[in-house]
């Protein structure tokens, strides 16, 4: 079956750490998304990657970081800078990003809390 | 500045009614307008709207975008439990999709 996967579902940080979110797609899609999404509010872009080795800040970029090394891959570094890191991430991919309005397809989602 | 509001934040109903969620938006270079239902985990994609006046319905759901009055409903009849969850509107403009903040629907039984 073809999809978004992310992992893991649950994450806990501690102060201090840098986490990383796990996001891989066989859709042969090219573009591919971060979104954090907090309770009440709608989906924020966090970084968004079109091509391989490209990608480019959101609107909610500070202190996270992305890596776009293979098409099936967009992993999400939570990085200590993020202050306030707790929140619903989700990973999304669709064919190309919004030239032609497709939808995106997403993953279920990763929860990360901070202990 | 894009943006997409969506109204009400949030709605009670009672199994059997009928529902109207609105999506209105401001954005340059509309390419398209877009219903995902939100149930735990992953949107999961409803409609795509490109012409104004053109109804989309699949089942008990149907949506339709003005694009001179710049929004967009999404109508749900007979509504059944099942139907509680979150509905986003998310608008597709320069390379990008912004997305508003949802309707939180529950229904009662």
């Known amino acids: 079956d073809g999809g978004i996967t992310q992992s893991p579902k649950y994450l806990f940080r501690k ?25 009440g509010q ?8 079109q091509i391989v080795n490209d990608f480019q800040k959101g609107d909610i970029a500070e202190g996270y970081s992305v890596s776009r090394e293979k098409k099936e891959s967009f992993p999400l570094t939570v990085t200590s800078a993020q202050k306030n890191p707790t ?16 939808p995106q397809h997403f993953g279920d989602g990763t929860r990360l809390s901070i202990l | 500045e894009d943006k997409v509001v ?23 270079n509309f ?21 104004s006046g053109i109804e989309k ?3 008990r759901l149907s949506s339709i975008l003005d694009k001179k ?22 608008l597709t403009g320069t390379y990008k999709y912004i997305f508003g903040t949802g309707t939180r629907l529950k229904v009662l039984a």
């Open chain 1, 15 to 39: 102060e201090g750490q840098n986490v990383t979110l796990s996001c891989e797609q066989n859709l042969n899609h090219d573009a591919m998304y971060w979104y954090r999404q907090d309770p």
């Open chain 1, 42 to 49: 709608g989906l924020r872009l966090i970084y968004y990657s």
């Open chain 1, 87 to 102: 929140a619903f991430y989700l990973c999304a991919s669709s064919i190309e990003v919004g030239r032609h309005g497709q």
């Open chain 2, 6 to 28: 969506q109204s009400p934040l949030s709605l009670v109903v009672h199994e059997g009614d009928t529902v109207t969620l609105n999506c209105s938006y401001e954005v340059t």
């Open chain 2, 31 to 51: 390419r398209s307008l877009l219903w995902y239902k939100q149930e735990k985990k992953a949107p999961t994609f409803l409609f795509m709207l490109t012409s």
């Open chain 2, 57 to 59: 319905k699949s089942g």
């Open chain 2, 69 to 90: 009055e710049l929004f967009s409903i999404l109508n749900i009849t007979a509504t059944q439990t099942g139907d509680s969850a979150v509905y986003l509107c998310a």
